[in-house]
Structure formats: structure tokens, C-alpha cells
């Protein structure tokens, strides 16, 4: 479940609460009582670790490419490629 930062803007009470993505929005602000307590815009805080897909496939994938010619194949190939496909 993700975390989210939640403030009253009647009393500035500031809270980070649990909550399930399908959750009702807390409204009521559990320090003043009033109808004011709303979610906030926050940035996500998370960090990916280990030799998954980022560091083994992406992490230096830009160095690895040395021209933009490398990018897509020479035109006899295309032409050996079935109408839609993806490759150009």
C-alpha cells in the first residue's frame, strides 16, 4: 500500500497515512476535527537495487550505441521484413 502525505488546511496538521490506492480521501483532520484534511502532491520516494533490468539492460545502454546508423537497419534488410513490422 502506498504511503501518502495528507494536511489540514484549516489547522496545518500534517500526517503521512497508509492507504489503499481504491480508499475513500480522509477528510476529516484528526487533530482540529474540521472537513479540511486533504491528500497532498508529493514526489514518490523509492529506490530500485539490485542487478535487475535497470543495471543490466538500461544503466549504460547510450554508451553502448556509437552511431545513430546503429539504430536502425540498413535499407536491404528492412525490405526483407514483413509489411508493420517493428524493427523500422
Given at each position: 500500500?502506498?504511503?501518502?502525505?495528507?494536511?489540514?488546511?484549516?489547522c496545518g496538521?500534517q500526517?503521512?497515512?497508509?492507504?489503499?490506492?481504491?480508499?475513500?480521501?480522509?477528510?476529516?483532520c484528526p487533530?482540529c476535527?474540521?472537513?479540511?484534511?486533504s491528500?497532498?502532491?508529493s514526489?514518490?520516494?523509492f529506490?530500485l537495487?539490485g542487478?535487475?533490468?535497470?543495471?543490466?539492460?538500461?544503466?549504460?545502454s547510450?554508451?553502448?550505441?556509437?552511431?545513430?546508423?546503429?539504430?536502425?537497419p540498413?535499407?536491404?534488410e528492412a525490405?526483407?521484413?514483413?509489411p508493420g513490422?517493428?524493427?523500422?
Amino acid at each position: 500500500m502506498p504511503i501518502y502525505d495528507f494536511q489540514c488546511t484549516a489547522c496545518g496538521y500534517q500526517q503521512e497515512l497508509m492507504r489503499k490506492v481504491s480508499a475513500p480521501s480522509v477528510e476529516v483532520c484528526p487533530k482540529c476535527a474540521q472537513q479540511t484534511f486533504s491528500k497532498q502532491v508529493s514526489a514518490p520516494n523509492f529506490q530500485l537495487t539490485g542487478s535487475g533490468w535497470y543495471a543490466t539492460d538500461f544503466k549504460n545502454s547510450q554508451s553502448k550505441t556509437s552511431s545513430p546508423a546503429a539504430e536502425s537497419p540498413p535499407a536491404t534488410e528492412a525490405a526483407k521484413c514483413n509489411p508493420g513490422c517493428a524493427c523500422h
